[in-house]
């Protein structure tokens, strides 16, 4: 099972993602560390957050997963909601 993370994409500073680089080195926002912390602190494993999971740079992509998010979040545990 996952948490899943409904931040909002265009008020939110992006995570920095360097390709082929872990996660350890990432530039992550505050919601999203603070996300994680939540999903560590309720004993969980994964968290699915939209900005991170789908591929910012490629738009049919995009568009695939975007119409896929009303069955991510179902699926998902519990939903943090960023504001």
Same mark, same amino acid.
């Given at each position: 099972?996952?948490?899943?993370?409904?931040?909002?994409?265009?008020? #939110?500073?992006?995570?920095?993602?360097?390709?082929?680089?872990?996660?350890?080195?990432? /530039?992550?926002? *505050? !919601? %999203?560390?603070?996300a994680i912390t939540i999903v560590k602190d309720l004993a969980y494993q994964y968290l699915w957050v939209?900005? /991170? #999971?789908?591929?910012?740079? &490629?738009? /049919?992509?995009? *568009? !695939?997963?975007?119409?896929?998010? &009303?069955?991510?979040?179902?699926?998902?545990?519990? !939903? %943090? %909601?960023?504001?």
């Amino acid at each position: 099972q996952y948490l899943a993370l409904s931040d909002a994409w265009g008020g #939110c500073q992006q995570p920095i993602i360097k390709e082929n680089s872990s996660i350890a080195n990432w /530039v992550l926002p *505050r !919601t %999203i560390e603070d996300a994680i912390t939540i999903v560590k602190d309720l004993a969980y494993q994964y968290l699915w957050v939209g900005s /991170v #999971c789908i591929d910012q740079r &490629d738009p /049919v992509d995009k *568009r !695939t997963q975007i119409g896929q998010m &009303d069955g991510i979040y179902l699926g998902a545990y519990a !939903t %943090i %909601i960023a504001s």
